[in-house]
């Protein structure tokens, strides 16, 4: 560990997507940000590489989070240290939990190998453990996650196979969600499962939902480079509309999306995986007084700003 004694500390954010979620991994982009909540990992010498599981998460959790993290640490020459976690965000809940918890400790475990953790760095070793979680994520998750930027993200065709491009896209306005939880979540292998199934069945019918999903995308990311947050949440409000044409949504997610939107939310729908439920998000000039009222209301919720201009000395 370098140096020896000291503790290193390191934080992963979450994620959440504006538009283009599911049709990402088919290769079209998707606009995402992180959130100012995530999961931070402390490191502490030790005689061997370990890593001390939070004892909220369930049997095959642990299992899964010990087995990517030994991944990432053969990677890096197994360092001498014991890494803990401190998550702050619900398992499972489409807001990249996952490659939260893989950046942070990726962080830590290169840190502790003596080497820089520079986004490119951290998000190369994040994506080994995000692939023991998911088997074939997107990879929007953590790279959104590593650079902490609102990011415009496609996959594409390399010389070595399929990678990740990432943009910064740079709103001039403050940019500020709502995350709602919603409903009972499903697990994504299940949701992504059942939609491939469709789109290997009726491929024209579901490719031509992509395409407008990835369209709605471009032109979202256009909206925020020019101010217009009307213009992105009318884009959220359609991408939702979509979702539920690929058969993603439910009730739940539903009625919460509807209920933003009463609210006053300039856009809403679901993010990450949908199914029976999960998150939802919700676009607002003045977050503050939704948070309050879901929150005397009994919906667990928070507040996030994704991009733009921040009160000055305010980085959450």
Known sequence: MTPATNPLVAFGAGKVILLGEHSVVYGYPALAGPLSFGVTARGVPARSCQLDVPATADAAQKRLMRKAFSRAARLVGEPKVKVTLEPQLPLSAGLGSSAALAVALSRVLLQAAGRAPSPKET????????????????????????????????????????????????????LSVVVALAGARSPTKVTVGALRERQARWPERYRRLFAQVGRLVTEASKAVEAGDLEGLGDAMNVNQGLLGALGLSSPALEDMVYRLRGMGALGAKFTGAGGDGGAVIGLFLEPGPVVAKLTRDGVRCFASQLAGPRPHGDRS
């Open 123 to 174: 998000a190369r070793l994040a994506w080994e453990m995000e692939q023991e979680f998911h088997g074939t994520p997107s990879g929007v998750d953590h790279t959104t996650s590593a650079e902490e930027k609102l990011i415009l993200y496609r996959r594409v065709q390399g010389p070595a196979g399929v990678v990740g491009r990432a943009r910064e896209v740079k709103s001039p306005r403050a």
